[in-house]
């Protein structure tokens, strides 16, 4: 009986913390994705500055990828399939940082744009209402009212 009661709180217990720890892990991934975008900005202004344009991939831009992290055979794509999340350049916006809570589908995505500090954080309809949430949480407000849904920094 004692044992019964034991395998109960522990299940009781998991169901709590299980749900905690994946929000966490997902912000933690999300913090990365706005410090490799940051840095891929910076040197992008740099490059701007000395070039008169942006630099049309990472190969031209000479960025060394964080460790984890492989620049895609194109050189315009960084990914890291242990976390699922991927970078990508694109006209003159870093396009977005990618990440899916799997690698089959995106159901989130971080955009930052070179010359504004607006970021966005999109929900996409494959993420549904814990996408949604999560976007919310980081404090942004909503831009949109349907999938997908943006939402934004910049008031």
């Known amino acids: 009986m004692e044992l019964l009661v034991v395998v109960l709180i522990i299940g009781i217990l998991a169901a709590v913390a299980v749900p905690q720890y994946q929000r966490a892990v997902r912000r933690s991934r999300f913090v990365e994705a706005i410090s490799i975008s940051r840095d891929v900005m910076q040197q ?17 831009l000479g960025f060394q990828p964080p460790v984890g992290w492989v620049i895609r055979a194109d050189n315009r794509a960084l990914f ?24 089959v589908s995106n159901k989130l995505a971080y955009q ?15 993420g549904g209402q814990e996408a949604r949430n999560f976007c919310a949480s980081l404090g942004m407000t909503t831009r949109s009212t349907a999938f997908p849904y943006v939402y934004s920094n910049i008031h």
């Open 112 to 126: 930052q744009y070179w010359d504004s500090p607006r970021m966005n954080c999109v929900a996409y309809e494959a």
């Open 80 to 103: 890291n399939t242990a976390k699922s999340m991927s970078l990508d350049i694109a006209q003159g916006t870093l396009s977005t940082l990618y990440w899916g809570w799997n690698l």
């Open 44 to 60: 992008q202004q740099l490059f701007k500055m000395a070039n008169g344009t942006y630099a049309a991939d990472f190969e031209e």
